[in-house]
C-alpha cells in the first residue's frame, strides 16, 4: 500500500530499524570513550600517589639514616668518656753496667760497644808464670807472637809438649823455663830467606788492662827485637780495636802490675 512520499510500508520499516541501529552504536561509541578517560585519570592520580609514597619512604630512610648516625656517635662519645684512655708503661730506662777499673794512676781500660780500646803498644801479662812484658799491637800479623829460645819437642802421655825459656823482665840474661802441650806447628817464611821455618805455637792465658784471654802464640826468638811479645789479629779480632794514636791505653789491675815489671829489648821489630 503506498504512503506518504512515495514510501511504502516496507520501506518505512527498514528506515527505523537502521535509524535505532545507528543511535546504538553512536551511544556504545559515547559510553566507551567516558569510560577510557575515566581509566586514564585514575591511572594518573595512582600513579601520582605511588609517587608520593615513594618520596615519602625516601625522606623515612634519610630520617631513620641520620637518626642512627646522631645515636652512634652519641653512643661512642659516652663510652669514650666513660673509659679513659689506656696509659702506655714507662720505657725502661737502660741499665748501665760499670767496668771494674783498676785502681791506677795510668788511663783506665775503655770499651767501645764492648770491644777494649788498645793502643799500638801495650803491657801483656802472662798469668802462670806471673810475668809482665811490653807488647805491639799488629793488626797485620795473623798470629801472635811470643819471645822463647832453646825450644824443644817432647812427649808426655803420649801427647807432644814443648819446653821453651822466656826472658824473665828486668833481669839481663835470665831466663825462666815454660812447658806447654803443643798446639800445631805453624809454617813461617822469612823474607829474607828462601826456606821456610817451622814454628811451635801454644796456648797461653794473659791479661791486657782488665781483659783475660787465653790464645796461641807463635814461639820465636825475638831477643833483637824492640818488644817481647807480638799482638796479632788471632786475639784482636771481635774483641779489641787500636787507637793507633795512643800508646798503653789500658791498664792492669795492681794485682798484676806488683809482679815483675815488663821486659824490653834490642831494636827493631817483627814476627
Known amino acids: 500500500m503506498p504512503t506518504r512520499a512515495g514510501c511504502t510500508l516496507p520501506h518505512l520499516f527498514m528506515l527505523v530499524v537502521t535509524t535505532f541501529a545507528l543511535a546504538g552504536c ?19 592520580e595512582q600513579t601520582r600517589e605511588i609517587q608520593q609514597l615513594s618520596e615519602d619512604l625516601k625522606a623515612h630512610h634519610r630520617g631513620m639514616v641520620r637518626n642512627s648516625n646522631e645515636n652512634t656517635r652519641a653512643l661512642i662519645e659516652t663510652i669514650r668518656q666513660q673509659i679513659s684512655p689506656p696509659s702506655c708503661p714507662e720505657r725502661p730506662q737502660p741499665v748501665c753496667r760499670e767496668v771494674s777499673e ?7 781500660s775503655q770499651r767501645l760497644n764492648g770491644m777494649l780500646i788498645v793502643g799500638e803498644l801495650e803491657r801483656v801479662h802472662f798469668m802462670e808464670p806471673g810475668l809482665t812484658y811490653e807488647a805491639r799491637v799488629d793488626s797485620g800479623a795473623e798470629t801472635s807472637s811470643l819471645d822463647a829460645r832453646n825450644v824443644t819437642y817432647f812427649e808426655r802421655n ?15 840474661n835470665e831466663l825462666e823455663t815454660l812447658e806447654r802441650p803443643l798446639s800445631r806447628n ?6 829474607s830467606a828462601d826456606d821456610s821455618e817451622r814454628r811451635a805455637v ?3 792465658q794473659f ?3 782488665d781483659h783475660v784471654q787465653k790464645a796461641e ?4 826468638n825475638r831477643e833483637n827485637l824492640s818488644q817481647t811479645v807480638l799482638v796479632g789479629r788471632n786475639i784482636l779480632r771481635d ?33
Do not use: C, H
Request: charged letters at 25%; glycine letters at 10%.
Open 26 to 44: 553512536a551511544g556504545s561509541a559515547l559510553v566507551e570513550k567516558d569510560n577510557l578517560e575515566t581509566l586514564e585519570k585514575g591511572q594518573s
Open 102 to 108: 783498676p785502681a791506677s794512676k795510668s788511663a783506665p
Open 158 to 172: 803420649g801427647e807432644d809438649w814443648v819446653r821453651f825459656d822466656v826472658p824473665v823482665p828486668g833481669a839481663k
Open 186 to 191: 805453624a809454617r813461617i817464611i822469612q823474607a
Open 202 to 204: 801454644v796456648e797461653m
Open 207 to 209: 791479661a791486657i788492662g
Open 217 to 220: 802464640f807463635t814461639l820465636s
Open 239 to 271: 774483641v779489641m780495636l787500636i787507637d793507633v794514636g795512643k800508646e798503653y791505653a789500658t791498664s792492669l789491675p795492681e794485682k798484676l802490675k806488683s809482679s815483675k815489671p815488663a821486659a824490653k829489648a834490642g831494636k827493631g821489630d817483627g814476627q
